[in-house]
């Protein structure tokens, strides 16, 4: 599909590779995108990858991060949730449905969810002030809850009562996955250390959450909330087949001071 698309693009510009930029005004490629469950892949292949192809020009999405030539490999985009507020996505340049996707756990995959903590510092431009890394939560929902068959990752704040339960749990939460409640729902929770998601694959720790789990990944939610936990800054994972992790975000991100 984004091969037929850029097949229009002059030969010349499909070799351009740049870092991720703010989006500017103007397009040069404007194809009409359904309203329907693939509109999101069709934003981000026909119209924020082409767009910047051409004219280093990231719009409509946010930023277009493409690390080769080649559009339909590792590259992603950021796109601004079309319901508003602080609220933003993370989506693969390449087509993959979501989060039971297997590319996901290959080793050398990009590792999507630590390129969405790194995007975070867009939720600050959206309120107009600071967020705290613990006052941020990233999301990916599960394959019945998605209104979308591209993958993507939500990139918000956390709502309050849901940073006030991992708060309390923190220090219970170890290395190893355990239930704790939070906001009135059960999730099993476990500890990552370190200022970011760089240093490990949170599918592949999900995947290990039990013998099944590997392969009804489209069963599983995954949140990534930033902590401060006693000894360190870290995150707390979050995954289980209940609510899924959307509903534990706030695109108002009144935790940082957000009036929606």
Known sequence: MLASVLAQVPATAQHSHQKPTASSEGSTFSPEINSGRDSLRQIVQQQCVVNWIQKHDPAPCERVFLPDSDPEGSGYAVLADRKGGAHYLLIPTQTMAGIESSELLDPDAPNYLAEAWHSRDLLAKAIGQPVPRTAVGLAINTANARTQDQ??????????????S??????????TWAPVPVAGSTYEAERLMGDGLDGANAFELLAKLGPEVRHHMGDYTLVAAGMQFKSGPGFILLTGTGPTGELLLDPTCALAGGSG
């Open 151 to 164: 993958f993507h990752v939500h990139i918000e704040c956390l709502r309050p009562e849901v940073a006030a």
């Open 166 to 175: 991992l708060r309390a749990a923190a220090d219970h939460v170890s290395d």
